[in-house]
């Protein structure tokens, strides 16, 4: 195992700031470019990250280590940035994320005060019992696969103008994630 | 086609400040994870994109500007970055990632004063005939190929620790790009 909980911390606090240098000030062709009908654009990967935040990573570790093993977590629905407020600017929802996110990496030291607490167990609706130490990685790798998901929707749209060098480009040749 | 050379210098602006937010400050054990024998950590792979910016971007436009189709490119190592100064500090590479980019985009707006500017052919050793198009949409489409791949790299080290969320995490859930 690898996770430790400050290099986790590390890499929570920087999404924020990494999508901001990338996004900000974007041209709307890069910002609504998508891979196709039922495919995020790059603002709704951010919303989508708001709404994780909001419901998914620290009220389910408060969730964990209130309820234990006993009562699984509610559900969430993946999708439900795509309803509400999916139209605000992207420096808005960039700016909602970075206050969110720096929120919840504070509550994340705070419920998480000792290693044992890494340990604890709970109930995982389709997995069954999972560790708060998996949630926390979890909230890490998703972020990681986001920022992979803006960048390969943005190269996308250079898929046919980069000619023969699609050969060489790794980004533009493979499965779908 | 989608390319169009604002959009695109947009997008190569943004690289350097984006690396900077995600690399810089970051613990040695992200910075020097890879994904087995053989691949780079995060740091080589700016390593790899200064020496992009040295020995194939602006080179290879200038040279296709220059000599047309009657010369091909020389040929370029995409190896070289792991030889020489792979070994300096990850603040002192983006910096130096951040100066040379700067550099190479204020040279592209000389060098493409127009849109017939990127219609230019030159001869590529693999490809035969390629488009400065082709080649500043090559050179958006690797930053971003590359961002992707340090992000991949990263989560590659919570493949064990997410447990049973690897099933929702597609950046650990395909082949390699």
Redesign the interface.
Known sequence: ????L??AI??LE?TP??L???LS???E??LS?NEGEGTWNASEVVAHLIEGERTNWIPRLEWLLREGEGKPFPPFDRYSHLNGAADASIDRKLREFREIRLQNTAKLKELIDSEERLEALGT?PA??A??A???A??W???D??H???I??V??E??R??????I?????????R?
């Open positions: 195992m690898n996770f430790r400050e290099q590390e890499m920087r700031a990494t901001e240098a990338l000030g974007l041209s062709d890069w470019c995982h997995f069954g999972v560790k130490r998996e949630l990685s979890t890490v790798a998703h990681l696969t920022i992979a998901q960048v390969r943005m190269a749209r250079y046919e103008d980069v000619g023969p060098w050969a060489y480009l790794g980004i533009l040749n493979k499965e994630q």
